[in-house]
């Protein structure tokens, strides 16, 4: 009996102590929260769902369930040490979102990784919290609606009070007069008080009011266009060459990783693969054939065209119509009436995208004349190299997912605002990188455990001239 009591007592006393241990690894979502902003909303998405530069990391537990909870945590500190490991998780993750590696993390406590897991989930089950004036709410992010209907109908009722009023007391200052026996009383018309120089100095200060605040709101929003997603002159897929076919972004924008400009890749960069890829899985020969058009190579014979830009147009049609229909033969036996209008088809469409008719320019042959999408003002200064090479920014962090768009759209704002928080959130990665060997104060507390990361902002990336100079 007393054996029995003493094993009861002992798992009650285990109880306890867990019971302890447990509350004093309760999790904190202030911290979590904090915690998130600094080291993962710059590349996962902040309703922790969608796919952004990251994955959606709702359900990063169920995900991580089949490892000890020390492998998840190992992975967040430096996931590129458990992919030379070999770890089944990370190489499975590593696969699917190559070449975009992850930030190491190698400060982050325990504790601080619970933290940022629970909330996590909080988001992913109640959504996010959203601010609205001082008040949290949440259940994700809220549209943004246009309540300009809704102040002019109160302009509009404010004004027609401000009339009837003014009648009043017009009607009163009569009465008054009339009392008073100054004679003769005259009463004040609508007219006259519309026209009175009070209403007319306020109508004045009004428009100037209005005038002035959608001065300056329309130069806050002038060359914003996030969202525009041009057609091109040529349907590129990018789902297809970097997604589908994980063509490393910087092979057809090389100057992103040695200049301040990306580049638009010239047609010769499309001719190293499509001089052997002849006809395009998604549009056969319709989109190819106006790259040929454009630098004169005849896929036929797979040379380039003597003389080209001495041919006329009634040659070079000749040339590339007789392509299209013989892979129209190729495919379906003989030319027919469908093959005659696909052909025509194809040749305007080449004309359409390879000439300015208001030009006057009516030679098919010449650049590819590519619509720009990312276009910072002029007064603003972007260096690729330093963040692609130097800073190791992925290329998603600023346009998003774009191994996944048939059509590119502009995915951030590129507002200062926008850059700015960047800044300020994002870690400097120290290791590894010789251009930050400059830095000694920072190394030196690092080491000594003095600061546990480094920003941009630290740096210096929030100085004016080093955008504006």
């Not at 798992?11 to 867990?18: A, E, G, I, P």
Request: hydrophobic share 35%; proline share 4%; glycine share 8%.
């Amino acid at each position: 009996m007393t054996h029995k009591l003493l094993k009861i007592s002992l798992l009650l006393c285990s109880f306890f102590f867990f019971s302890l241990h447990t509350s004093a690894q309760e999790i904190d979502l202030a911290d979590g929260k904090t915690s998130f902003k600094n080291y993962c909303a710059s590349c996962h998405n902040k309703n922790m769902k969608d796919d952004m530069t990251g994955p959606a990391l709702a359900g990063l537990e169920e995900r991580w369930a089949d490892y000890p909870r020390e492998d998840l945590y190992a992975w967040i500190r430096n996931s590129s040490k458990m992919i030379a490991d070999g770890h089944p998780r990370a190489t499975a993750l590593w696969a699917t979102w190559k070449p975009t590696g992850m930030t190491a993390f190698p400060n982050l406590t325990d504790a601080q990784i619970e933290n940022v897991i629970g909330y996590i989930n909080d988001v992913a089950t109640k959504g996010p919290v959203v601010n609205v004036g001082d008040t949290a709410v949440a259940g994700g992010p809220v549209e943004k609606s246009d309540n300009t209907p809704l102040f002019i109908i109160l302009a509009v009722i404010l004004g027609l009070l401000a009339v009837v009023l003014a009648r009043i007391v017009s009607n009163l200052n009569y009465m008054a007069q009339v009392k008073a026996g100054n004679a003769p009383a005259q009463r004040r018309t609508l007219v006259d008080i519309l026209t009175s120089p009070g209403v007319i100095a306020f109508l004045l200060f009004a428009g100037v009011l209005v005038g002035g605040f959608t001065t300056v709101n329309n130069a806050i929003e002038m060359g914003r266009q996030q969202g525009y997603q041009p057609d091109q002159p040529i349907a590129f897929s990018h789902a297809l060459h970097a997604g589908q076919q994980k063509i490393e972004c910087q092979y057809c924008h090389d100057g992103a990783r040695r200049s301040k400009h990306s580049v638009i890749p010239a047609a010769n960069t499309c001719m190293n693969c499509h001089s052997a890829i002849k006809v395009g899985s998604n549009y056969g020969t319709k989109e190819l054939t106006k790259i040929y058009a454009s630098v004169g190579w005849n896929p036929a014979d797979g040379k380039y065209i003597e003389n080209y830009d001495e041919k006329s147009r009634d040659e070079i049609k000749d040339i590339y119509t007789t392509w299209i229909a013989d892979n129209y033969i190729k495919e379906n036996g003989s030319l027919d009436e469908d093959g005659d209008a696909l052909v025509e088809e194809q040749w305007n469409g080449i004309v359409s995208a390879l000439t300015d008719p208001e030009s006057g320019d009516d030679k098919v042959a010449g650049a590819i004349e590519w619509k720009r999408i990312h276009n910072l003002p002029d007064h603003v200064y972007f260096n690729h190299a330093q963040h692609v090479s130097v800073g190791e920014v992925a290329c998603q962090t600023c346009h998003g997912q774009i191994q996944e768009m048939e059509v590119v759209a502009q995915h951030s704002p590129l507002s200062m605002g926008w850059c700015i928080n960047c800044h300020r959130q994002t870690e400097v990665q120290f290791a590894d990188n010789d251009y930050y060997n400059s830095y000694e104060i920072y190394h030196e507390q690092m080491k000594a455990g003095e600061r546990d990361k480094v920003t941009v902002e630290d740096i210096g990336g929030l100085e004016c001239q080093k955008c504006h100079y």
